[in-house]
């Protein structure tokens, strides 16, 4: 029985105690999952009764774990503090450790060179004999699967559940709050398959970086990690660049979109039938049903997804719209396919003599090609799951609305799921809770969580405010340094994205540098020339749509949201890891703002 602390105005209600034995957390990362602070509802629901009980079992199968290190209702694999979302760095520590690899090497993949990353502590149990035999057999699995048969099966079950679902409006209350709970059992398995499709995917370009440092070609990593096509957190871009694309390929359309996004968005809800915007229409509604589960902060039931907010879609076609065709995705990743296919004719031209390195490279290569993308197919089954929940609790939300018992349809999702039964009973009773909690959600979103948590949480009074004295910018020949995420150099002016509401300010060609990057933010890649990303890892969601894309990439580029400026001459080596500014921003002349 999970109990829950007060609610004090330096707590939230979500908020969970700090691990005494993996007291170290961090947002490294966890931005990706909830840029923002967690709903109430969407924490205790889908995340605490849902995907954490997925990610418990699958890191004790996969052999990260032994059942009784991880708490069955609270996995320390994460946290939650001040309302947002961290992962246990202690335990991601022990998690490399036991599946073979150090901790420095961990720290650097994820964490880059970030100043407050508390030091590694040793503690005697972080060898396991038993975990080892288990993350033995699993890596041996990775190099040697042909196929993952089961997350196809599982994909096959969430467009079924898309499909089939019901008239909502029709359902009673009680049979809408059944409905998000029957998806439980779902996004209990769709992490679980997440756990292994992620932990597979780490060994193969861990194999591979070994083998090219045996030959003195590390530069050649990757290269033969991108262009392997079928990655589904890419594919949404990819359909978006096609609709963008018949947009600019009408007079009609493009004057339309010239109207503005929410012009071109009013105007199919009324358009002519057998007109461009209508037959248009048609082809966003098809596209809407496929991808619509997915948008900003997708894996909070509180965010919009394209779905249940569908002029979100119209301000992306409009910044795709306007590209050059030259910056197709299907062309980059034909582009990126050659490439791949060029260097790893090198690589085994290299180990022509050394037969056990060259089966020990074909393997990893056919493990890469399947783990890779399957990592983002898990992560796409549990959104689709994810947006069923949305889409009835919205609906529920709705009724409260028309009662008047609060503003918006999400606001419902300040309850927390022990609550849903009190509320089908006594909504009204419930009313003042969700506008107390409503109030205190929303000013989580001025305060900046620390990028570390050890031992205890300070108190939110504490935490710094998101409006506090700008960072001093860099300045000319001053160098930035992260991971790196995305092959070549790019050298083009800085376009500082905060939030996808500044979506319309960027530029073909120009560097999108942003705080984070989740799938909502994938088509702004099209139209970007290179990405620079405050937080991320080597396998984060940018990195892995950067290699897709043919697109210089550096995440973990601590600061980068705060000391570069719009306008801005700057380097980006992704291979490096490096972001050099070449050039001061423009001055704007006098009386004239600076665009």
């Not at 966003?284 to 509180?302: A, S, T, V, Y």
Request: glycine share 8%.
């Amino acid at each position: 029985m999970v109990t829950r602390p007060e609610e004090t105005a330096d707590s939230f209600v979500t908020d969970w105690r700090v691990s005494e034995r993996l007291p170290h957390y961090t947002r490294a990362n966890a931005g990706e999952v909830l840029p923002d602070p967690a709903s109430p509802l969407g924490w205790t629901l889908v995340f605490e009764q849902g995907l954490l009980k997925g990610w418990r079992r699958g890191f004790i199968d996969f052999g990260v774990d032994l059942p009784h290190e991880l708490d069955a209702d609270r996995p320390q694999v994460a946290g939650m503090f001040g309302g947002y979302f961290y992962l246990n760095l202690s335990h991601m520590r022990l998690m490399a450790i036991r599946m073979g690899s150090t901790v420095e090497a961990f720290d650097a993949a994820l964490l880059g060179s970030h100043p407050d990353v508390p030091p590694y502590e040793p503690h005697p149990d972080d060898q396991s004999a038993e975990c080892a035999e288990k993350a033995g057999a699993g890596i041996a699995w990775a190099m040697t699967a042909e196929a993952f048969p089961e997350i196809d099966a599982d994909r096959e079950r969430a467009q079924a559940a898309r499909d089939a679902r019901p008239d909502l409006e029709g359902l009673s209350d009680a049979e809408l709050v059944a409905r998000m709970r029957s998806f439980l059992p779902e996004l209990d398995n769709a992490f679980y398959r997440h756990d292994y499709s992620t932990l597979a995917s780490t060994v193969a370009p861990a194999v591979i970086g070994q083998i090219l440092a045996g030959i003195g070609r590390e530069d050649l990593l990757l290269e033969l990690l991108s262009g392997w096509g079928e990655v589904d957190s890419a594919a949404p871009s990819f359909a978006l660049w096609d609709l963008g694309r018949r947009i600019a390929a009408s007079p009609a359309l493009t004057a339309l979109m010239d109207e503005g996004a929410k012009a071109f968005a009013a105007e199919l809800e009324s358009a002519e039938p057998g007109s461009d915007a209508a037959v248009f229409g048609e082809e966003l509604d098809r596209f809407l049903h496929r991808f619509g589960c997915r948008g900003p902060n997708e894996w909070d039931i509180h965010s919009p997804s394209w779905e249940s907010e569908p002029a979100l879609v119209p301000a992306l076609l409009d910044r795709l719209c306007r590209s050059p065709e030259d910056a197709s995705p299907h062309v980059r990743h034909e582009r990126l396919r050659q490439r791949r296919e060029t260097a790893a004719s090198e690589v085994r031209a290299a180990l022509e003599a050394d037969p056990e390195a060259l089966g020990g490279f074909e393997a990893a290569m056919r493990s890469a090609h399947l783990f890779m993308p399957a990592r983002e197919r898990t992560k796409t089954n549990a959104v689709t799951f994810i947006n069923e929940v949305r889409m009835a609790a919205l609906e529920l939300g709705r009724r409260g609305v028309r009662a008047g018992r609060f503003a918006e349809p999400s606001d419902v999702m300040m309850l927390l799921e022990s609550e849903l039964d009190d509320y089908l009973t006594d909504s009204d009773g419930l009313a003042e809770v969700i506008a107390r909690r409503l109030e205190q959600h929303r000013s989580l979103h001025e305060i900046e969580p620390p990028f570390i948590i050890s031992r205890a949480v300070p108190p939110l009074s504490s935490w710094p405010r998101r409006d506090r004295a700008v960072a001093t910018a860099l300045a000319q020949g001053d160098l930035l340094t992260g991971v790196p995420g995305g092959h070549g150099t790019y050298q083009g002016r800085v376009r500082v994205v905060r939030d996808l509401s500044g979506l319309s300010a960027l530029q073909p060609g120009e560097v999108l540098v942003a705080p984070l990057s989740d799938a909502a933010w994938t088509p702004l890649f099209m139209v970007a020339g290179a990405v620079v990303v405050d937080v991320g890892a080597t396998n984060s969601h940018a990195v892995v749509v950067c290699r897709e894309l043919d697109l210089p990439c550096v995440v973990s580029a601590t600061g980068a949201t705060e000391r570069l400026r719009d306008g801005m001459l700057v380097t980006v080596d992704g291979d490096t890891g490096r972001v050099t500014v070449d050039a001061p921003a423009p001055q704007p002349a006098t009386g004239a703002p600076l665009v």
